[in-house]
């Protein structure tokens, strides 16, 4: 569960203030996976971080049962001056699993060679969505907060990313954004819109795309 009370929060944008999102009061059941529409600019990402609670909000809160991931996908979740491996020994401290298993399943998984030893500025960014990718399943959390990645690479890394995300699925929940509507449709069972500062659930997947479009036009 995760639920959302007063949740306001807004930037200064040419001396006035614009609020991405206006009193937020939301509950979200277990149990789901949720596509996480909006058009750019709406705030997905701020949303994202404030769930992960990486930003703070100017009021209200976030209250949740259960354990979330960092925005997978999101610049700034690993440091670029330390290793891949550096950064997956300080993530397992962080969150209290046990160092060398995750460093030994982010070494296979992201298949970075020789680079996983070396610091993360060194990387292109798809080396670093698949650290980042393989940093977050390493971990079990209870929902995964997905910004625009379900692994990066050849064809076969991507396939082993998407039969891994399907598998953390059959026991956790996620909230998706991606700008790619089939994988949206492939992953989620239900949708959130954020349309000028206000959250929308919708249980039908394709009612929220359809309304998703129409705010796009």
């Known amino acids: 569960m995760i639920r959302f009370e007063n949740l306001t929060k807004g930037f200064d944008v040419n001396g006035q203030r614009k609020l991405v999102i206006d009193n937020l009061n939301l509950t979200l059941a277990t149990g789901q996976s ?3 529409l909006g058009r750019n600019g709406a705030g997905k ?8 609670g990486n930003m703070r909000p100017d009021a209200g809160r976030i ?8 925005p997978v ?12 491996a550096q950064n997956t020994r300080f993530i397992a401290r962080v969150y209290g699993v ?6 030994d399943f982010v070494q296979d998984f992201a298949e970075l060679g020789p680079h996983f030893f070396m610091e993360v500025r060194t990387y292109s960014a798809g080396m670093r969505s698949r650290l980042n990718f393989g940093l977050s399943m390493g971990i079990k959390f209870d929902t995964y ?10 064809a076969s ?9 399907h598998e953390r699925m059959s026991t956790s929940d996620a909230i998706m954004v991606n700008h790619n509507l089939s994988e949206l449709k492939e992953f989620c069972d239900a949708a959130l819109v954020l349309e000028h500062g206000k959250l929308t659930y919708f249980e039908d997947l394709d009612a929220a795309i359809e309304v998703h479009k129409q705010n796009m036009t």
């Open 34 to 36: 949720l596509a996480l």
């Open 145 to 154: 907060l997905i910004d625009e990645v379900t692994g990066a690479g050849d």
């Open 73 to 84: 996908g999101l610049a700034g979740a690993v440091h670029p001056n330390l290793s891949g």
């Open 98 to 103: 046990d160092t060398e298993e995750l460093v």
């Open 157 to 165: 890394f991507r396939a082993r990313s998407v039969a891994l995300f």
């Open 63 to 70: 209250v949740t049962d259960g354990t979330i991931s960092w």
């Open 45 to 52: 990402s701020t949303l994202m971080q404030i769930i992960a």
